[in-house]
């Protein structure tokens, strides 16, 4: 077969959660099939992290607008290859492709309605884009993959597709994330923090000032990617200026520093209102860390019954579990063994696997 994958923003510096989907998934087919041809198509970048194998073309199509890169060139150098399926990745894709096309729809966030203000102006234009290509491009697909059973529920409520059209492929996490950067000297609570409504930001501050209330350790909060403006206006908003002192906002963390970065956390927030998967909680828990982890969307599904599950809206319930890691020394060794356990469910080879059988399946029928 001919494969066909988009993988634009793989070479950019600062990676996202579809990015490292992408990449982790490729570099694994790169591993166990050499028997079919692939494209990966991208966009240029300063960190050329994925290189040509034997039946690997690595191909670079130039262009600064995102529109035009997919729908114009992606399009086109598929037809040119002779794809026998494209693979987009990323939740939108040509609405015109040529050849036989496959979509991951990570989310339908973009066709919900939004519950508050989005303060950034890249997140707003990527929304109205997204939902302008996506009511007219699923329909084109022979399949749709999204990563969790919660999405495809969204997806099919959302856009009325048959359920036998959306497959579930459950991302993974990267073996660079073990127990071997555990550390003892864990001094900070670890949060990725963002603009965007789902991520609970606000909330999460709100908890973290009540944990400060009942905690006699009372460590930083360490918020990753994120600067200390946004924090501020936040703490205001909720009434909770004057704690800034205790918290920290290092920026955008590279991923060679994150299992570092997890490995010295007493306890990772993941108090998202909505996520489709959440690759975060078993990095966490794949280096020892206890995780805090929404009630909410597929967040249980994929960290199960025995994980620290929160509601995301409840600031003492939330403030009381992060006193309850530091205070009950069994609980929280039960909590690092039962994340140890969870995480041999997932692997990118498992991922890349079951994307190796759609592509042969679609791509021939």
């Not at 998934?25 to 300063?46: S, T």
């Not at 009372?218 to 002192?245: F, H, N, Q, Y």
């Not at 828990?285 to 599904?301: D, Q, R, Y």
């Amino acid at each position: 077969m001919r494969i066909a994958i988009e993988a634009q923003r793989i070479f950019r510096t600062k990676k996202h959660g579809m990015d490292f989907v992408v990449l982790e998934m490729i570099r694994c087919l790169q591993k166990i099939d050499h028997k079919n041809e692939y494209w990966v198509f991208v966009a240029p970048g300063d960190d050329v992290c994925l290189e040509d194998t034997g039946n690997f073309h690595i191909v670079t199509l130039k262009s600064g607008f995102y529109p035009l890169w997919e729908q114009i060139l992606l399009p086109r150098a598929a037809r040119r290859v002779k794809a026998d399926i494209l693979h987009c990745t990323s939740n939108t894709a040509p609405l015109f492709p040529g050849v036989p096309l496959m979509l991951t729809l990570h989310d339908v966030i973009a066709l919900e309605k939004l519950t508050d203000r989005n303060s950034s102006t890249y997140q707003n234009l990527g929304r109205v884009y997204s939902r302008f290509v996506i009511p007219k491009v699923i329909g084109k697909c022979r399949k749709v993959v999204t990563v969790s059973e919660y999405e495809k529920e969204h997806i099919v409520s959302e856009t009325g597709l048959s359920p036998d059209k959306v497959i579930v492929n459950y991302n993974g996490y990267g073996t660079e994330f073990n127990s071997s950067v555990a550390s003892d000297d864990r001094n900070y609570l670890l949060f990725f923090g963002a603009p965007t409504p789902k991520k609970n930001m606000k909330g999460t501050l709100l908890a973290y000032s009540r944990y400060l209330d009942k905690s006699e350790k009372k460590l930083p909060l360490r918020i990753a990617d994120c600067d200390m403006s946004l924090v501020t206006s936040m703490l205001a908003e909720i009434g909770c200026s004057g704690i800034e002192e205790h918290i920290e906002c290092p920026g955008y963390i590279p991923h060679s520093e994150l299992p570092a970065t997890f490995g010295h956390a007493s306890a990772f927030l993941y108090t998202s209102l909505r996520e489709s998967f959440g690759i975060p909680q078993l990095e966490a828990m794949a280096c020892c860390t206890p995780a805090v982890i929404s009630n909410t969307s597929a967040l249980p599904e994929i960290a199960g019954e025995g994980a620290l599950l929160v509601d995301p809206l409840d600031a003492d319930g939330i403030a009381d579990m992060l006193v309850r890691l530091e205070t009950d020394e069994p609980f929280r060794r039960k909590a690092v063994e039962y994340g140890q356990e969870r995480i041999k469910k997932f692997s990118w080879e498992l991922t890349a696997k079951k994307a190796l059988e759609i592509y042969e399946s679609e791509g021939r029928s």
